[in-house]
């Protein structure tokens, strides 16, 4: 079954650890996105990425940088974690389809002590 | 400066009514708007889209309105089932990239 993949769920680190959230799809999207949202906010997109080899920054000034090698793995990096970077992290891809709905992940929530 | 808003933090419905989840937004150059639905500790799923050329889509039991003039989009829900409690959210883009910008959520709670 086609679907978007995120691990780990849940991830409890110590300050100034490097830290890798992985995104895998097997649904063949080329469009793949992070998002980050905290309980009763909405979601503000960090990074996206519309192929191999392009990355972008999103609206929310993030520490965390992305790569896109492979179509179907998008994974997220922050080189030293901190403790406002406790959130949860949601990955989404899309098709190339014009307005195609985007499909998201079950997320990671991230706690920075 | 939010662009999007759900004024409604929560709402709570008896199961069989009819749930209506409000949306406001402010850019004029928004041209097609989205709902999401998501469960505790799961993704958001997408629920049904309206393009600004419409007033009205329908899918099944959920409908979703758009007002222009007034810049406000409702989706209602009917009849409410209690698989619909879940934080319902609201996103507008003007994008041809197809940035999403999105409302706070709206927790509805159906009451058996």
């Known amino acids: 079954e086609a679907d978007i993949y995120q691990t780990p769920r849940y991830l409890v680190i110590g300050t100034g650890k490097k830290i890798t959230l992985e995104c895998s799809q097997t649904?063949?999207?080329?469009?793949m996105y992070w998002y980050q949202q905290d309980p009763g906010m909405e979601l503000h997109l960090i990074h996206y990425?519309?192929?191999?080899?392009?990355?972008e920054k999103g609206d929310l000034s993030s520490e965390s940088t992305v790569s896109r090698i492979r179509t179907e793995h998008f994974p997220l990096t922050l080189e030293s974690a901190r403790p406002s970077h406790t959130s949860q992290y949601l990955c989404?891809?899309?098709?190339?389809?014009?307005?195609?709905?985007?499909?998201f992940g079950n997320g990671t929530r991230l706690t920075v002590t | 400066d939010q662009q999007v808003k759900q004024n409604s933090p929560s709402l709570s419905v008896q199961e069989g009514r009819i749930s209506i989840l409000n949306c406001d937004y402010t850019?004029?150059?928004?041209?097609?708007f989205l709902w999401y639905k998501k469960y505790p500790a799961e993704g958001p799923t997408f629920l049904i889209s309206?393009?600004?050329i419409k007033d009205k889509n329908e899918d099944g039991r959920f409908t979703v309105f758009l007002n222009k003039s007034a810049k406000h989009l409702s989706l209602h829900i009917v009849p409410s089932q209690p698989g619909d409690s879940a934080v319902y959210f609201c996103?507008?883009?003007?994008?041809?990239?197809?940035?999403?910008?999105w409302g706070a959520g709206t927790k509805l709670i159906i009451k058996p």
């Open positions: 996103a507008a883009t003007a994008d041809s990239n197809y940035q999403l910008i």
């Open positions: 850019n004029s150059m928004f041209d097609y």
């Open positions: 309206i393009s600004s």
């Open positions: 649904m063949g999207h080329d469009k």
């Open positions: 990425s519309y192929g191999v080899n392009s990355t």
């Open positions: 989404a891809s899309s098709s190339s389809s014009n307005r195609s709905p985007l499909h």
